[in-house]
């Protein structure tokens, strides 16, 4: 599961990485929601995986003692509503830049810099 | 108690203003006083923090480790008095300045969602919570600085919310695995289990990912470029605001952190940390050479001068900390000051183009000297408060004897010198160029704002003895992180 997850965050943050670097502002709002999941994805097994045990303890003989950390899935939480939050802003933001410019690429408007 | 007002009061403040957004003589007066009020309380939490140590307030009444905890020490009292001190510089400056429309589509409430934020970071004593008021703080700058929707402030918004996105990807990062790796995320209990446990795990990965967060934030060497091209676009008023507050927040964590957290490999965080300041101090002032923009010469500049409190950081000595506050406070208030009278200048010929700028020491003699003032305490002429931050740095790094970064220092002091004195020349020594005579009416409660603010500037570099003896408490305090982890956890045993 470890090995796994590792992979799934290493291809998200190279993809992120990838569209972050396209000229198109379209494919960098999609870069950012990828970094963001990355990053939670990360957050999540950086801070200790305990797989086929819930977050709360149960009232089982012998189980008290296994519970995974509810911490990390409240900052996950956290930080998916903020993640949500951002890009919803900078979709709007996108929306409004192409529909003043009418161009998606960042580097058409900056000859005057 | 009162540790939770300045994080309170702001948010209700903007709960206010949203729902009366169109009276627009309301609004100005409205934050106006509030923005007053919030330096008062600020006023009073350094009084007695002053007095009594550090402050703290755990939320909920959980012990400290598993609540989140709120601490005010004198560095946190100090950065929360220059802030709202700011804004109301910046709330007396706008009603002046801003036009109509943006002033009504929501101006004043996202100051104070700014401000909640800004606040929150510098009261808070848990990394996670940390982070959750820079998203506050960035969220709400984040629609100040794309508030009107030209093309160019669109174009400098979208640079602007990706590098701080993928900064706040740095820091949650940082966080996830600083928590794996210690299991809490309380900053006095992360700092004491540093310093007690026998089989430390290596947290310079966690410790160089919150680095790069916050050198983001702070604009430092080489994370500066979203900077100048975006600080540039809004509305001036919007941009001393950002130049006095949000880049000080960056700062500030870095202080915070430092002293915490920097337990391992001390001289590599050290030489690492002067290399930084540096590179920053020095490449910020040689770019802003080649600009005739005023607000990109004065937004490189802020770059060149965060580097000074990086290298007063960097030393670690208490008087070297001691003159990094003060230079602190003497930035946030000369940088936004410089803005401010910037502000003018555009009002006034309705240009910020030094090459389409001219003659103003002659046709408004005033704005000048409202002008003069910042520029020559940022370019470091005594008796001004610039002289006395970059004096005690040097005097600082002297002593450590770190005589590179000294040198860096002063030669970098010159440079500056040569910026501000060629704004000064090109927009008001030498003669308007032809036909361009700009007699642009510029609004009183804006010359107002400068001139108090002018005004602090001189009383700071006046006041500079009492002021530095309380950055020298605040720097005692934070050299010694066990008052900041006694202060929230009760232990005594050092």
């Known amino acids: ?113 | 108690m009162i540790l939770i007002l300045p994080i309170i009061l702001p948010l209700l403040f903007m709960v206010i203003l949203i729902f009366t957004r169109r009276w627009l003589f309301f609004q100005q007066a409205f934050s106006l006083l509030a923005s007053i009020g919030l330096t008062v309380l600020a006023a009073l939490l350094l009084k007695q923090v002053y007095i009594d140590g550090a402050t703290t307030l755990q939320m909920g009444s959980w012990p400290a480790p598993y609540g989140i905890t709120l601490i005010s020490d004198l560095l946190a009292a100090i950065m929360l008095l220059t802030t709202s001190f700011v804004a109301v510089v910046v709330m007396i400056y706008s009603p002046g300045f801003i036009d109509r429309e943006r002033q009504t589509a929501g101006y004043y409430p996202l100051v104070f969602g700014l401000l909640m934020g800004v606040n929150g970071a510098f009261l808070t004593g848990d990394i996670f919570n940390m982070y959750v008021w820079y998203e506050v703080m960035l969220t709400s700058s984040f629609v100040l600085i794309a508030l009107g929707g030209s093309a160019e402030q669109l174009r400098g918004s979208i640079k602007y919310v990706t590098i701080s996105f993928v900064a706040s990807i740095f820091f949650v990062a940082a966080i996830g695995i600083l928590y794996g790796q210690a299991g809490t995320l309380n900053m006095a209990d992360l700092a004491y289990k540093m310093r007690t446990w026998e089989n430390m795990p290596y947290i310079n990965g966690a410790l160089m990912l919150f680095f790069v967060a916050f050198s983001v934030k702070a604009a430092l060497f080489p994370f500066f470029f979203w900077l100048p091209a975006s600080y540039h676009t809004p509305p001036v008023a919007i941009t001393a605001l950002f130049a006095g507050t949000l880049t000080k927040v960056g700062i500030y964590t870095m202080f915070r952190f430092y002293s915490l957290f920097v337990v391992q490999d001390v001289l590599f965080w050290k030489i690492f940390l002067l290399v930084i300041a540096g590179l920053t101090m020095s490449v910020g002032v040689l770019m802003a050479a080649s600009q005739f923009d005023i607000r990109k010469i004065l937004s490189f500049h802020i770059i060149s001068q965060v580097g000074y409190m990086v290298m007063g950081l960097a030393i670690f000595s208490t008087n070297a900390i001691a003159a990094a506050i003060y230079f602190t406070i003497h930035n946030m208030l000369s940088k936004t000051n410089t803005f401010l009278a910037g502000g003018l200048v555009y009002q006034r010929s309705g240009s910020y183009d030094l090459k389409h700028l001219g003659g103003l020491y002659k046709t408004a003699p005033f704005l000048a000297l409202l002008f003069f003032i910042p520029a020559m305490s940022l370019a470091g002429i005594p008796p001004l408060p610039g002289f006395f931050g970059k004096f005690f740095l040097i005097k600082g790094g002297f002593e450590a004897g770190d005589y590179f970064i000294t040198a860096v220092a002063i030669a970098v002091g010159l440079f500056t010198l040569f910026s501000m004195v060629k704004i000064w020349n090109e927009a008001y020594w030498k003669k308007a160029p032809d036909g361009e005579t700009g007699n642009g009416k510029v609004g009183t409660s804006a010359i107002a704002a400068t001139a108090v603010l002018a005004a602090a500037v001189v009383l700071l570099g006046i006041f500079a003895g009492p002021v530095m003896e309380i950055s020298q408490q605040a720097a005692i305090q934070l050299a010694d992180p066990y008052h900041y982890i006694e202060a929230v956890l009760n232990i005594s045993s050092k």
């Open chain 1, 1 to 113: 599961m470890l090995f796994l997850l590792a992979v799934v965050i290493g291809v998200l943050y190279g993809s992120a990485v990838y569209l972050l670097l396209r000229r198109n502002i379209f494919k960098l709002v999609l870069g950012l929601i990828f970094l963001g999941h990355a990053t939670n994805l990360l957050l999540f097994v950086a801070s200790g995986l305990t797989s086929g045990y819930p977050a709360f303890l149960r009232n089982i003989a012998g189980e008290t003692e296994m519970m995974a950390d509810p911490l990390p899935q409240a900052l996950i939480l956290t930080a998916i509503v903020i993640g949500l939050g951002v890009t919803a802003f900078a979709l709007v933001l996108v929306y409004r830049f192409y529909s003043v410019t009418k161009t998606v690429d960042l580097d058409e408007l900056s000859e005057n810099e």
